[in-house]
Antibody, heavy 117, light 107 residues
Framework: QVQLQESGPGLVKPSETLSLTCTVS??????????WSWIRQPPGKGLEWIGY???????NYNPSLKSRVTISVDTSKNQFSLKLSSVTAADTAVYYC?????????WGQGTLVTVSS | DIQMTQSPSSLSASAGDRVTITCQAS??????LNWYQQKPGKAPKLLIY???NLETGVPSRFSGSGSGTDFTFTISSLQPEDIATYYC?????????FGPGTKVDIK
């Protein structure tokens, strides 16, 4: 059974960089069969797709965030990561990692990141 | 970006009722639509993929239909455990986009 777990700071200051890691167990990020995605959800609001990474390192980002987002993969640690720069209060959200770039059957539990000084 | 709309935004129904949610895409997305269920404090759970395929292990009271721009999600007999918010999501184009959600409650 594939499991995903997000980790990282729960509080980030405005203008700084949000950094999260997703650790995958029960499966391998090196599998060529799957892509690995990040999705976020502001409190009380809907879901927003951030982007994905493939084991090769190829990526695809939401244009609304593209200038600030980097998603990378570390096959040696079976992890993939999200970096979002120059954050503002509008980036406060629950951040989910998930397997798949189209249909996500496996999700992490989500981690709340608050942007505040 | 493809815009997804859902209606209604919320509904309240009695246990055993048939519940229908509609999702409309701003352009043709073929059959490339998922339906997710999200309960408070939990990650979304995939219920339906390719517009009408029931995910393994999901009760058969859930169903989906449609193609092109208009889609329907149905719960044939609402159960108390179905209280949740339901989202449609297109995967025909990037960026992937979600509908705003439909909150389902029990009367």
């Amino acid at each position: 059974q594939v499991q995903l777990q997000e980790s990282g700071p729960g509080l980030v200051k405005p203008s700084e960089t949000l950094s999260l890691t997703c650790t995958v167990s029960g499966g391998s990020v090196s599998s060529g069969s799957y892509y690995w995605s990040w999705i976020r959800q502001p409190p009380g609001k809907g879901l927003e797709w951030i982007g994905y990474v493939y084991y090769s390192g190829s990526t695809n980002y939401n244009p609304s965030l593209k200038s600030r987002v980097t998603i990378s993969v570390d096959t040696s640690k079976n992890q993939f990561s999200l970096k979002l720069s120059s954050v503002t209060a509008a980036d406060t959200a629950v951040y989910y990692c998930a397997r798949g770039r189209s249909t996500s059957r496996y999700w992490g539990q989500g981690t709340l990141v608050t942007v505040s000084s | 970006d493809i815009q997804m709309t859902q209606s209604p935004s919320s509904l309240s129904a009695s246990a055993g009722d048939r519940v229908t949610i509609t999702c409309q895409a701003s352009q043709d997305i073929n059959k490339y639509l998922n339906w997710y269920q999200q309960k408070p404090g939990k990650a979304p759970k995939l219920l339906i993929y390719d517009a009408s395929n029931l995910e393994t292990g999901v009760p058969s009271r859930f169903s989906g239909s449609g193609s092109g721009t208009d889609f329907t999600f149905t719960i044939s007999s609402l159960q108390p455990e179905d209280i949740a918010t339901y989202y449609c999501q297109q995967y025909d184009n990037f960026p992937r986009t979600f509908g705003p959600g439909t909150k389902v409650d029990i009367k």
